[in-house]
């Protein structure tokens, strides 16, 4: 027979009850909201609504979302989505999305990584022409003058994975 002092009483069977259930619902809260960042994310990239740049979900979210953060220079100048400065489906990228505001190319980062250059946030969709190695970065702007006015610059850029 066992005795009294085995048996666990009320309140330690209460006080187990409630730290199980504190963690099973710290640990439900974490995964839904990891789904409604990927689905914001996700969402921006085709197309719904910006979470590149201005007054976006992005920014908030990347610190969380992504694991490794790597700051290099690169030399970024800007282009147009015009046949002459692209090819013949300039209002297409080689990633086959639809051009919009926030795109960057670049000839070594798979499609989708972030980037950020002066606090703003891009996201690799394109490709340069070959003769460009890993260091270059070309912003996709739909102004030419902005394109011209922007030039050629070497910037620190953030690599957010």
């Known amino acids: 027979m066992k005795s009294e002092e085995s048996k666990p009483n009320l309140w330690e069977i209460i006080i187990w009850i409630a730290i199980i259930s504190l963690l099973l619902s710290s640990l439900i ?14 969402e921006g990239r085709s197309g719904g609504m910006s979470v590149i740049q201005g007054n976006s979900l992005l920014p908030v ?24 400065q692209c090819d013949n489906t300039p ?7 639809k051009v919009r505001e926030g795109i960057i190319a670049n000839n070594c980062l798979e499609f ?4 950020k250059i002066n606090d703003k946030y891009y996201e690799v969709q394109d ?13 996709l702007m739909f102004d030419l003058e902005e394109a011209k006015k922007f030039g050629r610059q070497k910037l620190e850029i953030e690599l957010l994975k």
Do not use: H, W
């Open 29 to 42: 809260f974490y995964i839904l909201s990891l789904g409604e960042m990927k689905e914001n994310y996700t």
């Open 61 to 84: 979210c990347v610190p969380c979302y992504f694991e490794m953060r790597i700051k290099t220079y690169g030399i970024i100048t800007a282009y147009n989505p015009v046949k002459e």
């Open 91 to 97: 209002e297409i990228t080689a990633s086959g999305q």
């Open 112 to 115: 989708g990584t972030i980037v």
């Open 127 to 139: 490709r340069m022409n070959k003769k460009y190695n890993c260091n270059y970065y070309d912003i």
